[in-house]
Nanobody, 115 residues
Framework: QVQLVESGGGLVQPGGSLRLSCAASGFIVSTFPVSWYRQAPEKERELVAGIFANGETRNDGDSVKGRFTISRDNAKNTVYLQMNSLKPEDTAVYYC????????WGQGTQVTVSS
């Protein structure tokens, strides 16, 4: 059974950093694409970053390039999203997603950037 469990969200001041974790079970993260999405209030869910089975990564959106980095730890079967220089507009629920025949989603973790 595929499960994705996000953690690491919270309240942070502008300019601060957070590292989100996506702990996977039921599959091996190094064999399927895993991505991070986010959804702000009253906005559509948007792709933030993804990592492919071969380790290649992609960051979507000029708003996060240079600030967010996706990575994974194969030994822990976990994918991370390092977020630096956070801005209030990064406030959203962040979701982990895996494509294994179909899309699987985690429950999300709230990130709030505010002074």
């Amino acid at each position: 059974q595929v499960q994705l469990v996000e953690s690491g969200g919270g309240l942070v001041q502008p300019g601060g950093s957070l590292r989100l974790s996506c702990a996977a079970s039921g599959f091996i993260v190094s064999t399927f694409p895993v991505s991070w999405y986010r959804q702000a209030p009253e906005k559509e869910r948007e792709l933030v970053a993804g990592i492919f089975a071969n380790g290649e990564t992609r960051n979507d959106g000029d708003s996060v390039k240079g600030r967010f980095t996706i990575s994974r730890d194969n030994a822990k079967n976990t994918v991370y999203l390092q977020m630096n220089s956070l801005k209030p507009e990064d406030t959203a629920v962040y979701y982990c997603n895996a494509v294994i025949g179909r899309r699987y989603w985690g429950q999300g973790t709230q990130v709030t950037v505010s002074s």
